[in-house]
């Protein structure tokens, strides 16, 4: 199994950038497909931005494409969102999630293992 956990959230103005992080530990990160999801308050957690495996394939939901971009370095068991142009519906609670499988999936069911999120705040 994999222990996931996320780092560098905090409060930015909207039109800003931010870099979360997921640190894994335990088995290959490379055995995972990883993602980025979010919650907000009242609302269902959502894919935000999804990786393969080697980082060969991304994928993102429409309302952060061209302003968030996902990468991973294997070597060091780190995955990375970074952020730009923020917006205030960005504000949520994001989390790391790691799926036993070469393929990225939207739905939060098929992922196997989550760290504790950290919080991200936009403000207008």
């Known amino acids: 199994q994999v222990q996931l956990v996320e780092s560098g959230g905090g409060l930015v103005q909207a039109g800003g950038s931010l870099s979360v992080s997921c640190k894994a530990s335990g088995r290959a990160l490379s055995d995972y497909a990883m993602a980025w999801f979010r919650q907000a308050p009242g609302k269902e957690r959502e894919f935000v931005a999804g990786i393969s495996r080697f980082g060969g394939v991304t994928d993102y939901t429409d309302s952060v494409k061209g302003r968030f971009t996902i990468s991973r370095d294997n070597d060091k068991n780190m995955v990375y969102l970074q952020m730009n142009s923020l917006k205030s519906e960005d504000t949520a609670l994001y989390y790391c999630?790691?799926?036993?499988?070469?393929?990225?999936?939207?739905?939060?069911?098929?992922?196997?293992?989550w760290g504790q999120g950290t919080q991200v705040t936009v403000s207008s």
């Open positions: 999630a790691a799926k036993i499988s070469r393929a990225i999936d939207y739905r939060t069911s098929t992922y196997n293992y």
